[in-house]
């Protein structure tokens, strides 16, 4: 089962921030948040991953809690592009090889 | 893009025949991955290697087995196809296992169709 809650579905007008979050309350010191995406059938691209500190990229910020139990995948401007399901997931700590995803958000950015 | 490639993109085949899978890379990445996707479960992990000859089960391996003799391809078996085996399976590298780097890039996917 995946280890991470987040809500299966969400709206987001275009052009506003698409504001994302997930639960990972049994996270470890040493794991990583990942966030990916899948646009209809392909196969999933990586977006962002953070520890502790806030990232950004190109494409979106991460916002981690400081109990690190949660965090907020926050993409600054939405396109009807960026429709696609989102996967929260933690892992890739010391010795770990897995990353487990588990059904994600379906983000659908409207007109 | 990532350099990987899936082959067959696409087959359909009939109960208890052999498959298999194939994932090639041109990234030199050490570690590769085999998951399944199905309507309601998400992305599961079959299979993990983490160098040539080297791999794991994961999470839904049972009926499947992989092998890994070159760094570029890792294979994917289903000694004897069965219907709950029909699935997207995609392929995926990293160049590390964990520790922050552990960035996975995906092949666009193979679908499989048991009979």
């Known amino acids: 089962d995946a280890k991470t809650t987040q809500p299966p579905s969400m709206d987001c007008a275009e052009g506003r921030a698409a504001n994302l979050p997930c639960n990972h309350s049994t996270i470890s010191g040493n794991e990583y948040v990942y966030w990916y995406r899948q646009i209809h059938s392909q196969g999933p691209q990586y977006i962002i991953h953070g520890l502790k500190n806030n990232e950004t990229n190109e494409m979106a910020s991460l916002i981690i809690t400081e109990d690190r139990k949660s965090s907020t995948l926050i993409l600054p401007h939405a396109t009807l592009r960026d429709t696609a399901v989102y996967y929260c997931i933690f892992g890739g700590g010391a010795g770990s090889y897995q990353l487990t995803f588990g059904k994600g958000t379906k983000l659908s950015v409207i007109p | 893009d990532a350099g990987i490639t899936q082959s067959p993109r696409h087959k359909v085949t009939e109960t208890g025949t052999p498959v298999t899978l194939r994932c090639h890379q041109t990234?030199?990445?050490?570690?590769m991955y085999w998951y399944r996707q199905d309507p309601g479960h998400g992305l599961r992990l079959i299979h993990y290697?983490?160098?040539?000859?080297?791999?794991d089960k994961g999470e839904v391996s049972d009926g499947y087995s992989v092998s890994r003799s070159k760094t570029e391809d890792f294979l994917l078996t289903l000694e004897s196809a069965t219907s709950s085996q029909t699935s997207v399976y995609f392929c995926?590298?990293?160049?590390?296992?964990?520790?922050?780097?552990?960035?996975?890039?995906f092949g666009e996917g193979s679908r499989l169709t048991v009979l």
């Open positions: 995926a590298i990293s160049l590390a296992g964990g520790g922050g780097t552990g960035e996975l890039f």
């Open positions: 990234e030199n990445h050490r570690y």
């Open positions: 290697s983490y160098g040539v000859k080297d791999t």
